[in-house]
């Protein structure tokens, strides 16, 4: 790859169209310093700054010494907004993308305006710089060869566990995140329907003063977390391990698990069951529950 200069503006980014770039800007996620020097010449340079809270960026524009004019954008007027600032982009004005922390469009809103400036032939340019997911996967020592960011899961917790469940038997690393207020309903859910006894990590205020990473299996990261004063305060990127590969439904795969399962209903109920078999075996409780409900009555 040859080096680019790192005049701004950024270029030998093809447009199809004249007018202004639309430059889709990294920020910190905690720690200021992560910013990069070109992002904040990017910024500097800009006409006009789209943002998912202006309050929020305008402190981080401000601790840049910059003024600049700031556009609302957020998951509840980004339709309309986009019109404008493809406006902006035709009339020769470039412009900038941020939100409140991160990458923007990574769980964050853009989306809308991306695609229609694109679409419009603009030029749209990345500014790479933190990502939360990303900065949680580089220490948290589970695989990364394969991962599945999964954003944040349903509030509602039948909407979750259904979520979970679809989830049961990807192999690869799954990345969600989560707030302070559910992250121990989350993690009761995950142990439930992906097993107690599958590993995950949490990474918790990440690039921040308390940062920490709670890792084991679930059931002892959620111990962990409820035993930490601090454990439900900030934002969290939780890491589950992806179950093991197994053959398709191998006659030999079926007859281990039915046998654990036959053993276990000699004495327990079937509910009782599926939750052991799935800590002993990593796979789905939900799998589980049935296949020992189609034992217990055939």
């Keep these: ?41 990017v910024l500097a340079g800009v006409d006009v700054v789209a943002a998912e809270d202006t309050r929020h960026s305008g402190r981080l524009l401000s601790h840049l010494g910059l003024q600049k004019r700031l556009v609302a954008l957020h998951d509840h007027n980004e339709k309309d907004r986009a019109a404008g600032l493809l406006a902006e982009l035709a009339a020769g004005r470039d412009v900038a993308l941020i939100s409140d922390a991160g990458t ?7 989306y809308v305006l991306v695609r229609e400036a694109r679409a419009s032939g603009f030029s749209v340019s990345p500014i790479p710089g933190a990502c939360a997911l990303v900065a949680a996967l580089s220490a948290a020592g589970l695989p990364t060869d394969r991962f599945l960011f999964v954003g944040f899961l349903p509030a509602k917790r039948s909407g979750r566990r259904s979520g979970l469940e679809s989830l049961a038997s990807e192999v690869a690393t ?48 959620l111990a962990e977390l409820e035993q930490d ?14 179950a093991e590969a197994r ?17 276990l209903l000699a004495e327990l109920p079937v509910k009782k069951v599926a939750k052991m078999a799935a800590e002993l075996t990593g796979l789905s409780k939900n799998e589980l529950y049935q296949r020992a409900l189609a034992l217990k009555d055939g």
């Design 104 to 110: 923007p469009l990574i769980s964050d809103p853009g």
């Design 247 to 263: 053959p398709g439904n191998s006659e030999a795969t079926t007859m281990d698990v039915d046998r654990v399962l036959t053993v």
């Design 1 to 41: 790859m040859n080096s680019e200069s790192s005049d701004f503006p950024a270029s030998a980014n093809r447009k199809d169209v004249a007018g202004g770039t639309l430059y889709i800007v990294a920020t910190p996620i905690g720690n200021l310093d992560d910013l990069s020097a070109r992002a904040t010449k």
């Design 174 to 221: 799954l990345v969600f995140y989560e707030s302070p207020h559910r992250i121990l309903e989350s993690l009761r859910d995950i142990g439930e329907v992906l097993g107690a006894g599958r590993e995950v990590v949490l990474g918790r205020e990440i690039t921040k003063t308390f940062e920490t990473f709670y890792s084991g299996s679930v059931g002892e990261v």
């Design 229 to 242: 004063a601090h454990g439900t305060r900030g934002e969290f990127v939780v890491m589950v391990r992806g």
